[in-house]
């Protein structure tokens, strides 16, 4: 059966960690799945992908910023994401929808219902079926970053401390208002249990 499963959280919260760990234990289990990120995933996304995160681009215009990633998303969800679905496959998405709500909508003070309008035209209503917050302290999750000498530091990594809060009670705010599909994961537990807890969850809902 097909199911859209998308990782959230702020930087270095570890998501990404925790999906391929995710994605490997479901292929070894014999499910037919699809490892993709945002914004990014295919050729002209990715191109998208390398305007928004350029650490060059500090003067980009936070809209600018919101229609960047909305597009992306549309690029990504028709080659990528939609046919794997029809495939029957289980997508596990790094980041979508709920990232722009969180870092644009806000943390970047553009409100949530206008960029969720914005989104929603991209992705015709597109909701994952289940999304996995990765909640941890902000704080935490830029000394991860700076200890992980191979991990991409890009323009968001860069913001102020305040500006990741925002995004850190952004993601609370949507886990309250999504709670159909919304697991919340405790992101300061060892790897093994929040791999744990993120695999107990998808299975729930297969």
Known sequence: ???????EGGEGSGKSTVLKQVNEIL?????????????????????????ILDKANTSMDPRTEALLYAASRRQHLVE???PALKEGKIVLCDRFLDSSLA?????????MDEILEVN???????????TLFF???????????????????????????????????????LASLYPERYVTIDASQPLE????????AIKAKL
């Open 193 to 200: 249990k929040v791999v744990e807890d993120s695999l107990k």
């Open 80 to 82: 990528k994401i939609w």
């Open 120 to 130: 929603r035209y991209a992705t015709e209503g597109q909701f994952p079926d289940i």
């Open 1 to 7: 059966m097909s199911l859209f499963v998308t990782f």
């Open 103 to 111: 870092y644009q909508g806000g943390a970047r003070g553009l409100g």
């Open 27 to 51: 292929l070894s289990e014999g499910h037919s799945t699809l490892l993709t990120r945002e914004p990014g995933g295919t050729p002209i996304s990715e191109q998208i992908r390398n305007v």
């Open 135 to 173: 909640d941890l302290d902000p704080s935490i999750g830029l000394q991860r970053i700076a200890a992980n000498a191979g991990r991409e530091v890009n323009r968001l990594d860069l913001e102020r401390m305040t500006f990741h809060e925002k995004v850190r009670a952004s993601f609370q705010k």
